[in-house]
């Protein structure tokens, strides 16, 4: 399974970004997604998670009201839309896949994406 995340950049307090994930290699719509993310010197966290069928959606507390997790089976892609962006979001943000096993758990996540750089500005 290959993973490609895109969409991170610069933003300044309060605003937005969406970042997509494109997957190929195998079928996609069996695959639990899930978005994480490292900040320097920090482990990786979970940040969001959603089912193959796209029917249920887990986040943090930080993110919960803020962030919004969705895929798009057809075209094989999983999005993260973050709204009210802050500083303690800043991170690189890795989607991953996830066959079975807890979407909480990054351990659970057989492959994963290379990572794209969101930067929130105060």
């Known amino acids: 399974v290959q993973l490609q995340a895109s969409g991170g950049g610069l933003v300044q307090t309060g605003g937005s970004l969406r970042l997509s994930c494109a997957q190929s290699?195998?079928?996609?719509?069996?695959?639990?997604m899930g978005w994480f993310r490292q900040a320097p010197g920090k482990e990786r966290e979970f940040v969001a998670g959603?089912?193959?069928?796209?029917?249920?959606?887990y986040y943090a507390d930080s993110v919960k009201g803020r962030f919004t997790i969705s895929r798009d089976n057809a075209k094989n892609m999983v999005y993260l839309q973050m709204n009210n962006l802050k500083p303690e979001d800043t991170a690189v943000y890795y989607c991953?896949?996830?066959?079975?096993?807890?979407?909480?758990?990054?351990?659970?996540?057989?492959?994963w994406g290379q990572g794209t750089l969101v930067t929130v500005s105060s």
């Open positions: 959603i089912n193959q069928f796209g029917s249920r959606q």
């Open positions: 991953a896949s996830n066959l079975r096993g807890s979407l909480y758990d990054k351990k659970s996540y057989e492959d």
């Open positions: 290699g195998r079928t996609f719509s069996i695959f639990g």
